[in-house]
């Protein structure tokens, strides 16, 4: 039970930060493709999802956070 609600919370982070950052490049007037103007948006929305699954896949593999917690 604990592993599905990690999984859920980091789901709900991917979600809430796609919508963040195509909600502000909307407002902005960029729009999204492989043109020049458009790349950082586009890389945003590849890289920080990913970059928060990556962050909770690793604070549950530290080791020292384990012993803390036995």
Do not use: C, H, W
């Amino acid at each position: 039970m604990k592993n599905i609600k990690k999984i859920a919370l980091v789901n709900f982070y991917a979600l809430v930060t796609v919508v963040a950052i195509y909600s502000t490049t909307m407002m902005l007037g960029l729009d999204f493709g492989f043109s020049s103007v458009s790349l950082i948006p586009t890389l945003l929305l590849l890289v920080v999802p990913q970059a928060g699954f990556i962050y909770y896949l690793t604070k549950e593999a530290n080791p020292k956070r384990q012993e803390a917690m036995a």
